[in-house]
T-cell receptor
Framework: TQLLEQSPQFLSIQEGENLTVYCNSSSVFSSLQWYRQEPGEGPVLLVTVVTGGEVKKLKRLTFQFGDARKDSSLHITAAQPGDTGLYLCAGVRNQGGKLIFGQGTELSVKP | NAGVTQTPKFQVLKTGQSMTLQCAQDMNHEYMSWYRQDPGMGLRLIHYSVGAGITDQGEVPNGYNVSRSTTEDFPLRLLSAAPSQTSVYFC??????????????FGNGTRLTVT
């Protein structure tokens, strides 16, 4: 059983569409991170959210941490082919705890 | 600026063979870790180290050994490879292991196939 469940696992959309990726858990996390991974490379950190209800924006990407700190979402506006990749959420349950990763969402944006 | 360097990039082993995956970082990070990535399972922590001379087990340590004799290097050893160890392995480092203040920097991975 995955502690952090991401959905959907696969997403194929056309350029210009909007999309949302979800990261859900029954556990409370002290912080949650989103990574993006391209083929043949390691994950790269996009954002860290810490406060319940927190919203962070990174250009066309909007990240939200749930009020209860059990879930998070990543929304991409007007997706572009350059957004293609594997998106991973990862959380820490308590101070000093290790990072736990979700299984990832494979996004493909077609021109 | 090299960051985290992993070698080799690809490796094929026969069941029972041993090998060492190398990982080096040039950022003077205290925390280093090894993950394996399998389809549909995300990244799972194998072993980690909070500083030279200190190592600890992660979520899936069986079949793997590590050591940390210097701050820069954190090799992962497979003593007797098994097909279940076919995976992509990532080394990652951070300043102090606190995920909020010091995010993880990943290498580009080693793709290992055990036949």
């Amino acid at each position: 059983t995955q502690l952090l469940e991401q959905s959907p696992q696969f997403l194929s959309i056309q350029e210009g569409e909007n999309l949302t990726v979800y990261c859900n858990s029954s556990s409370v996390f002290s912080s949650l991170q989103w990574y993006r991974q391209e083929p043949g490379e390691g994950p790269v950190l996009l954002v860290t959210v810490v406060t319940g209800g927190e919203v962070k924006k990174l250009k066309r990407l909007t990240f939200q941490f749930g009020d209860a700190r059990k879930d998070s979402s990543l929304h991409i506006t007007a997706a572009q082919p350059g957004d293609t990749g594997l998106y991973l959420c990862a959380g820490v349950r308590n101070q000093g705890g290790k990072l736990i990763f979700g299984q990832g969402t494979e996004l493909s944006v077609k021109p | 600026n090299a960051g985290v360097t992993q070698t080799p990039k690809f490796q094929v082993l026969k069941t029972g063979q041993s090998m060492t995956l190398q990982c080096a970082q040039d950022m003077n990070h205290e925390y280093m870790s090894w993950y394996r990535q399998d389809p549909g399972m995300g990244l799972r922590l194998i072993h980690y180290s909070v500083g030279a001379g200190i190592t600890d087990q992660g979520e899936v340590p069986n079949g793997y050994n590590v050591s940390r004799s210097t701050t820069e290097d954190f090799p992962l050893r497979l003593l007797s490879a098994a097909p279940s160890q076919t995976s992509v392995y990532f080394c990652a480092s951070s300043r102090d292991g606190s995920s909020y203040n010091s995010p993880l920097h990943f290498g580009n991975g080693t793709r290992l196939t055990v036949t």
